[in-house]
């Protein structure tokens, strides 16, 4: 609901595209720049305090924002100062809350089944939350979503200081904080098939998830449907990232995975391509019904791949590469998206960017039998390691 607010109280206050992109840069740029100091607390700190901070943080930024906008006192630069803040707390919480889910599910044969379910939370949020929001906002205004986001926080604090998890040892570590770091991006990089899922994953955030910094535009100008039409074109994207979660909860295995991975990239791109020529209301959203489903499946999958080959020592680091490829290169292609929206016009600028991500999916997929032998052994290896029974789908085909 905030997302959609801010979004919309910013194009309301601006009218500009290219704000609409800055707006969404000022937000996730800290992600991709202080994100990897986030994956050494992770990986040194206990995870669910760093997240208690971080989510305490959020909130109380949530609760300025409803007070400056309820007040009418809002201005251009509070959003975008409160905007980098936010970006901030989420560059230590989200490498710590990915690395935190093991620690949750205890069984890592579970993991798959886990984040699938976590990300079916967060999608039947992104389904209802834009609705509502759309209403509230066309009815009652922005300032009750941000503060209704901040009474929000309550429950989430109230559900991590409720919880009972076994002690988790952290091994300890004679290097400095920046050979961590160094240390996190180097098995990344140098491992072949964690290489190419954040490759994919980059190109994803940079071109394709973009197409959300100006939904505004589409419902406003090309749709003529105002906060009402925005609320509900971001949640039938969100019914097919439900679905894409859900149907990640019915597998057993994450054999095949890469293949998912490699179909979605290249559905969503297509699907986008095709969005941007609609100008029925109905049309383009059903079409981001199948836009929602690729991009939820690509992104979970690559998830569920990179936290089944990593070592626990280095999850947290490795996770925090994760989050600068799926929500720390977002703000250069929000950025992007805004410059190119100006001459080219948003429809174009997300055509262009669904036909990168279908390049990007075909061209992983021509990789991926090359990737399946160095992926087969790290699974395995992590999976005797934590003391799991290896999976015979593993064994064979990975």
């Keep these: 609901m905030q997302t959609v607010a801010q979004a919309w109280l910013i194009y309301r206050l601006t009218g500009s595209a290219a704000l609409l992109g800055l707006i969404g840069f000022a937000g996730q740029i800290p992600v991709f720049v202080l994100a990897p100091l986030g994956g050494v ?48 707390c989420n560059a230590f919480d989200i490498p710590a809350r990915q690395a935190f889910v093991i620690e949750m599910v205890g069984r890592r044969e579970d993991l798959l089944n886990a984040i ?38 309550v429950a989430v604090l ?52 973009p197409y959300t910094v100006l939904m505004p535009i589409f419902a406003d100008r090309i749709l003529h ?9 971001l949640s039938a994207s969100g019914v097919g990232a439900l679905f ?25 791109g297509v699907a986008l391509m095709v969005f941007s020529i609609s100008r029925q209301m109905w049309l383009s959203m059903a079409l981001l019904v199948p836009a929602g489903y690729c991009m939820m499946v690509e992104m979970a999958s690559s998830n569920t791949l990179i936290q089944s080959m990593v070592p626990d020592r280095l999850r947290g680091r490795v996770m925090a590469v994760y989050s600068m490829m799926f929500m720390g290169v977002a703000p250069f292609g929000a950025l992007l998206a805004g410059a190119l929206a100006t001459p080219l016009g948003a429809r174009t600028t997300v ?4 036909a990168v991500c279908v390049i990007g999916g075909i061209t992983f997929g021509v990789k991926l039998p090359a990737l399946r032998g160095p992926a087969r052994e790290l699974i395995i290896a992590q999976q005797t390691a934590a003391g799991a029974p290896v999976e015979e789908s593993v064994r064979g085909s990975a």
């Design 41 to 88: 607390v992770a990986d040194h700190v206990d995870r669910r305090r760093v997240v208690i901070a971080a989510q305490s943080s959020m909130m109380l930024l949530a609760f300025v924002l409803a007070l400056l906008t309820l007040t009418h006192t809002v201005r251009v630069w509070h959003l975008f100062f409160l905007g980098s803040l936010l970006g901030l």
């Design 116 to 153: 699938a379910l976590n990300s079916s939370m967060v999608n039947g949020a992104r389904v209802a939350g834009p609705a509502v929001a759309g209403i509230i906002v066309a009815t009652l205004g922005e300032g009750w979503c941000f503060l209704l986001n901040a009474l929000s926080y």
């Design 158 to 209: 109230s559900a991590l200081v409720a919880m009972r998890l076994e002690p988790h040892e952290r091994e300890p570590s004679s290097l400095s904080a920046w050979e961590r770091v160094v240390e996190g991006f180097s098995f990344a990089l140098k491992t072949s098939p964690i290489r190419a899922l954040l490759l994919l994953l980059g190109l994803v955030s940079l071109m394709g998830m």
């Design 225 to 233: 449907g105002g906060a009402n039409a925005y609320g509900l074109l």
């Design 244 to 268: 894409g979660a859900l149907s990640l909860t019915f597998r057993r295995t994450i054999s095949g995975l890469g293949r998912w991975v490699a179909f979605s990239a290249t559905g969503f």
């Design 351 to 354: 055509a262009i960017g669904g």
